[in-house]
């Protein structure tokens, strides 16, 4: 089968044949001189973002990805195997809080992860700021810390879901990543393959988002749980505002603190709350109670300490620092901070993510080619946030950067993200919307 018809199929609005379908997916898997090249797994990417998949080529999609590698099958672990995905956000670091507080309240939580992708930071990023933390573990190792720790926190191994690797890293450089059914198949392969009953997702909706209207976030947790329900998986979803960073620190150095602040019953609000809310479905998908019953156990796992000291267990069991927990000076620090300022007095009216976003990606903190390597200390401290009555001269962003060329690129995107008004802005809320 020529890649060319294949690429021409779906160029021309046609629908895609199982078969042509189960090419691609072996193309992205192997590379192994069956004729396509990354330019055709290139082409057909672009022409999928452009005209779209149906219903049955999503789901047929991602069985087929799911399928180019081995799936895990956990059932010799004793217990419920919940996991939660968020569809990436700035500032979001919530795997990091709500895992340890479900894995506190009996939960499996075998949670396979992402490197970030465009503007959006990635959860093994954010965990391989702590030294020695190993994201790439054994199928015995990965169980031998679920069964321990009631956690496992890791990346795709090598033949889980391998077609997802190669694609996965080809939509962040070919501005193919807002698709719906590339993001679909994205996600659910790799939780099909880690061999979970049931899954909770965030999708983000917002300008700091991919999905960046209402209608788009909606159409994607539609299609997550149309073929996530259809594989067997319970699933719920929720529709979370990303117009504003998630919390304060945007950066992985940064967001880990912020994420072991929240564990020690601190940190932000809004992270507290949405890693509470997202733990307390995961609960009760897990069926260790209803909404009110899974809810009081996440909070009592919060104020107790028995999430962090999950988390604490989870960095020892996967070779990190653990001392980490208690000393944060154990982490990546950038050598210099400077701050972008408000101009003026009065209320601080808007905040852009993606702005924020891209000004830590352009510090070093995110990756614009597939190869390059992330600088995690380097980030940014949202000092102020919507609705905040701020003097003229007050600190709204704190720098933290290694390159002075890089800082004064990121500063100039930070000086337009933000308005100052007269009067504060309206309440918006963090969850908008929850579907099941």
């Not at 022409?47 to 998949?53: E, K, P």
């Not at 490197?115 to 169980?143: C, M, N, P, Q, Y």
């Not at 796992?301 to 000076?329: K, M, T, W």
Request: with cysteine; proline share 5%.
């Amino acid at each position: 089968m020529r890649p060319r018809d294949v690429i021409r199929t779906k160029r021309d609005h046609g629908e895609l044949s199982p078969e042509q379908i189960d090419a691609f997916v072996a193309a992205a898997a192997h590379l192994d001189g069956s004729g396509w090249e990354r330019y055709h797994l290139t082409a057909l990417l672009m022409a999928i973002y452009l005209n779209g998949l149906s219903p049955a080529e999503t789901a047929y999609l991602t069985v087929a990805m799911a399928n180019s590698g081995r799936r895990l099958d956990l059932s010799d672990i004793a217990g419920p195997k919940v996991d939660k995905h968020s569809s990436g956000g700035v500032g979001d670091k919530t795997s990091l809080i709500l895992g340890p507080l479900a894995a506190a309240c009996g939960v499996i939580v075998p949670m396979m992860s992402g490197r970030g992708l465009g503007h959006t930071g990635g959860t093994l990023d954010k965990l391989e700021a702590i030294a020695g933390f190993r994201v790439r573990l054994s199928e015995e190792e990965f169980r031998t810390a679920l069964r321990r720790v009631g956690l496992g926190m890791i990346g795709p191994t090598a033949d889980m879901a391998p077609a997802d690797r190669t694609l996965y890293a080809l939509r962040d450089v070919t501005a193919t990543v807002e698709s719906i059914p590339l993001i679909t198949a994205s996600i659910l392969s790799k939780k099909l393959a880690e061999g979970i009953d049931g899954l909770v997702m965030d999708v983000k909706c917002g300008r700091g988002a991919f999905m960046q209207t209402r209608p788009e976030a909606q159409a994607l947790a539609a299609s997550l749980l149309r073929v996530g329900t259809a594989n067997g998986l319970r699933m719920r979803a929720l529709i979370t505002a990303m117009d504003v960073p998630l919390g304060c620190a945007v950066g992985h150095t940064l967001e880990v603190i912020e994420a072991i602040e929240v564990l020690k019953s601190r940190g932000p609000h809004d992270v507290r709350e949405l890693s509470i809310l997202l733990a307390t479905r995961m609960v009760e998908l897990a069926g260790l109670g209803d909404a009110a019953q899974a809810e009081q156990k996440v909070r009592a796992a919060l104020a107790s300490g028995a999430g962090l000291d999950v988390f604490r267990r989870c960095i020892e069991q996967q070779g990190g620092d653990a001392r980490v927990i208690d000393d944060y000076h154990r982490l990546p620090t950038a050598p210099y901070t400077a701050a972008v300022v408000a101009p003026r007095r009065g209320f601080l009216t808007q905040m852009n993510a993606q702005d924020v976003g891209i000004a830590t990606l352009l510090l070093g903190g995110g990756r614009q080619r597939a190869d390059d390597t992330i600088d995690p200390a380097v980030g940014i401290l949202c000092r102020a946030k919507p609705g905040e009555f701020v003097s003229a001269g007050a600190t709204i962003y704190e720098v933290h950067y290694r390159d002075v060329q890089r800082w004064h690129e990121a500063r100039e995107r930070l000086e337009g993200s933000f308005t100052i008004g007269e009067t504060p802005p309206p309440d918006t809320p963090l969850v908008l919307e929850e579907l099941v």
